[in-house]
């Protein structure tokens, strides 16, 4: 059962999107929406902010414990969020690991499509590693879009023969730009934050007038998976991406590569965004950083 706090936000965000009409939406306006949402909540105290470029790329280090590295890649359908939509979030995360957190803020779509966002990542990366950064205490971590874009972050690392980090952790990932995900339809009255629509919108943006949403970069469902590092992928049963965390999970696991997923019942999309305000988000940063701990620790 959803705590008070959880549900209180589920009906905050229906009664905002049926306010501002969310299909009508322009993506200036999303992004102003997302970031205003991320600036309402709490950051955890006592954790330094600083911006930094990585590697050509603007970033945020947040954090500075020495305990593992997560490079992270906020979600947003590739067009949408940025260093403000999640830093409070990025704050719990960075005090529960006792580390830092290098938050990347890479390209959006639709000015910049596929592939600028993979080479700010995969650039941000290799700026830590020729830093101070040990890949063996460095996972590539991101949420929703982010999410998908940690798996083709670590597809890519691999594909170019960098040092892998020591693990992957997707939270509520879109993987399949194609939408193929029974959940897609299945779950669309019950998740309060990613709707059905908007998932065309974002994947046509993204790849562009050159590329096809359903090519491995761009939807790493379909990549060859084999030699990627242990993944934590974390959903819940009430977003239409389920499925999308589900089929990960199956491929990855085919590729021999060990893979924890954790279902969330009744959880909504990303939750853990809602860290300080939200008990089970709390709880879902506690439980990522106990993984981190344990792969890069």
């Given at each position: 059962?959803?705590?008070?706090?959880?549900?209180?936000?589920?009906?905050?965000?229906?009664?905002?999107?049926?306010?501002?009409?969310?299909?009508?939406?322009?993506?200036?306006?999303?992004?102003?929406?997302?970031?205003?949402?991320?600036?309402?909540?709490?950051?955890?105290?006592?954790?330094?902010?600083?911006?930094?470029?990585?590697?050509?790329?603007?970033?945020?280090?947040?954090?500075?414990?020495?305990?593992?590295?997560?490079?992270?890649?906020?979600?947003?359908?590739?067009?949408?969020?940025?260093?403000?939509?999640?830093?409070?979030?990025?704050?719990?995360?960075?005090?529960?690991?006792?580390?830092?957190?290098?938050?990347?803020?890479?390209?959006?779509?639709?000015?910049?499509?596929?592939?600028?966002?993979?080479?700010?990542?995969?650039?941000?990366?290799?700026?830590?590693?020729?830093?101070?950064?040990?890949?063996?205490?460095?996972?590539?971590?991101?949420?929703?879009?982010?999410?998908?874009?940690?798996?083709?972050?670590?597809?890519?690392?691999?594909?170019?023969?960098?040092?892998?980090?020591?693990?992957?952790?997707?939270?509520?990932?879109?993987?399949?730009?194609?939408?193929?995900?029974?959940?897609?339809?299945?779950?669309?009255?019950?998740?309060?934050?990613?709707?059905?629509?908007?998932?065309?919108?974002?994947?046509?943006?993204?790849?562009?007038?050159?590329?096809?949403?359903?090519?491995?970069?761009?939807?790493?469902?379909?990549?060859?998976?084999?030699?990627?590092?242990?993944?934590?992928?974390?959903?819940?049963?009430?977003?239409?991406?389920?499925?999308?965390?589900?089929?990960?999970?199956?491929?990855?696991?085919?590729?021999?590569?060990?893979?924890?997923?954790?279902?969330?019942?009744?959880?909504?999309?990303?939750?853990?965004?809602?860290?300080?305000?939200v008990p089970e988000a709390d709880e879902g940063v506690a439980r990522v950083a106990r993984f981190i701990g344990e792969r890069a620790g």
């Amino acid at each position: 059962m959803r705590s008070e706090a959880l549900e209180g936000i589920v009906a905050a965000l229906r009664a905002q999107a049926a306010g501002r009409g969310d299909i009508r939406m322009t993506v200036d306006e999303w992004r102003e929406a997302y970031d205003g949402l991320g600036a309402m909540l709490p950051a955890a105290q006592g954790i330094g902010v600083e911006e930094v470029d990585a590697g050509g790329v603007r970033a945020e280090c947040i954090g500075a414990g020495g305990g593992p590295t997560v490079l992270y890649l906020h979600g947003g359908g590739y067009c949408i969020g940025s260093l403000d939509s999640h830093r409070c979030m990025l704050t719990h995360l960075a005090s529960a690991i006792e580390g830092r957190v290098l938050a990347v803020d890479y390209r959006l779509a639709p000015e910049h499509p596929f592939p600028a966002a993979l080479d700010d990542a995969c650039a941000a990366y290799r700026w830590l590693v020729a830093g101070d950064a040990d890949p063996a205490r460095v996972v590539v971590a991101g949420d929703s879009a982010g999410g998908g874009h940690a798996v083709a972050t670590l597809v890519a690392l691999r594909d170019a023969d960098d040092p892998l980090p020591a693990a992957g952790v997707c939270l509520s990932p879109w993987v399949d730009l194609t939408q193929a995900g029974a959940t897609i339809s299945e779950k669309a009255h019950a998740d309060p934050m990613v709707h059905p629509e908007d998932l065309g919108r974002w994947a046509a943006a993204y790849a562009g007038s050159e590329e096809d949403p359903g090519s491995p970069g761009l939807s790493p469902l379909f990549a060859d998976l084999v030699g990627l590092p242990p993944l934590l992928v974390e959903v819940g049963t009430a977003e239409v991406l389920l499925d999308d965390a589900r089929r990960l999970t199956e491929r990855a696991r085919a590729a021999g590569v060990n893979v924890t997923l954790f279902e969330g019942e009744d959880l909504i999309h990303v939750w853990h965004f809602f860290a300080g305000a939200v008990p089970e988000a709390d709880e879902g940063v506690a439980r990522v950083a106990r993984f981190i701990g344990e792969r890069a620790g």
